[in-house]
């Protein structure tokens, strides 16, 4: 079963307008979110990340809000750039491990 | 800091074959995980070993597949028998428990087998 989800695979936007990415997980065990970016043929890279504790982390033109009550969290690019373009991946872990539960990504194309 | 490197890059071979992919992960990381990134599953976590010690080998997807670490600075992810089912892309990746900021992945092995 899949813990975490990510049901859209792609998404195209407009450079300079709003890409929203979104991301739902099943285990309420979880309670550290993240977000990675991964370029073809390269490992995925840590992008932003937001506790529990928390509904919302900024980090630039990148931020995750967090909905526990709907178990569901999402990623706000603005404004978007050609250089966007990659595969984002939502990540959770939870219950006192180090293990990193990973969706199955959206790749996100930006066109000029 | 060179980050984890993993070894090979690419690897194509017969299916019934072994396979055996390396990993090191970057220094005074206790905590190492490999994945296995599929379309259809996305990155599924094989197994991970904290402080050289496996402690979830739940995601390794049957015996043909099995994986070690006899030191800090080197693990091995091995099929033995290869099937072409295992064609995918294998990441390793390492952490220092508790920093909070995830991990820090390989560039991975793109393992096809025929």
């Known amino acids: 079963d899949q813990q975490v989800k990510q049901n859209s695979p792609s998404l195209s936007v407009q450079e300079g307008r709003i890409s929203i990415l979104n991301c739902d997980y099943t285990n309420s065990m979880f309670d550290y979110f993240l977000w990675y970016k991964k370029y073809p043929a390269e490992g995925p890279t840590f992008l932003i990340s937001i506790s529990s504790i928390k509904d919302k982390n900024e980090d630039g033109r990148f931020t995750v809000f967090l909905n526990k009550s709907a178990k569901h969290l999402s990623l706000h690019i603005v404004p978007s750039q050609p250089g966007d373009s990659a595969v984002y991946f939502c990540?959770?872990?939870?219950?006192?491990?180090?293990?990193?539960?990973f969706g199955t990504g959206t790749r996100l194309q930006v066109f000029p | 800091d060179a980050g984890v490197i993993q070894s090979p890059r690419h690897e194509v071979t017969e299916m019934g074959q072994e396979v055996t992919l390396r990993c090191k992960p970057i220094?005074?990381?206790?905590?190492l995980f490999w994945y296995r990134q599929t379309m259809m599953r996305g990155l599924e976590l094989l197994i991970y070993?904290?402080?050289?010690?496996?402690?979830?080998d739940s995601g390794m997807p049957e015996d043909r597949f099995s994986a070690k670490m006899p030191n800090a600075s080197f693990s091995t992810l091995k099929i033995q028998p290869s099937e072409p089912r295992d064609s995918a892309v294998y990441f390793c990746?390492?952490?220092?428990?508790?920093?909070?900021?995830?991990?820090?992945f390989g560039s991975g092995t793109r393992l096809t087998v025929v």
């Open positions: 220094s005074g990381h206790n905590s």
């Open positions: 070993f904290n402080n050289n010690v496996p402690i979830d």
């Open positions: 990540a959770a872990s939870g219950g006192n491990t180090d293990k990193l539960i």
């Open positions: 990746a390492s952490s220092y428990t508790g920093t909070g900021y995830g991990y820090t």
